[in-house]
């Protein structure tokens, strides 16, 4: 599926730099970070749901600790 991305000059500059900086094409690197941020998203969404999970299952405890 093709797309255009619109940037702003700062960040064109950026895309470049980094497109420079790593040896890719400004598409590959515009891609992983996009990627990257997928990933790191939903990495803390899974912390938040075991921290909700360890909450719940040890509700009466942490109340007591609490005290």
């Known amino acids: 599926m093709a797309m255009t991305l619109r940037l702003d ?3 064109q500059r ?3 730099a980094m497109a420079e900086r790593e040896g ?3 598409h590959e690197v515009a891609r ?5 941020r ?3 998203t939903l990495a803390v969404d ?6 909700a999970r360890v ?7 942490l109340d007591r600790l609490s005290k």
Not at 32 to 36: E, S
Not at 46 to 51: E, F, K
Request: net charge negative; aromatic share 4%; hydrophobic share 45%.
């Open 38 to 40: 997928a990933e790191r």
């Open 55 to 61: 909450v719940t299952r040890y509700a009466a405890l």
């Open 24 to 26: 890719l094409s400004q």
């Open 46 to 51: 899974a912390v938040q749901a075991s921290g």
């Open 14 to 16: 950026a895309l470049k």
């Open 32 to 36: 992983r970070a996009i990627l990257d």
């Open 9 to 11: 000059d700062d960040e």
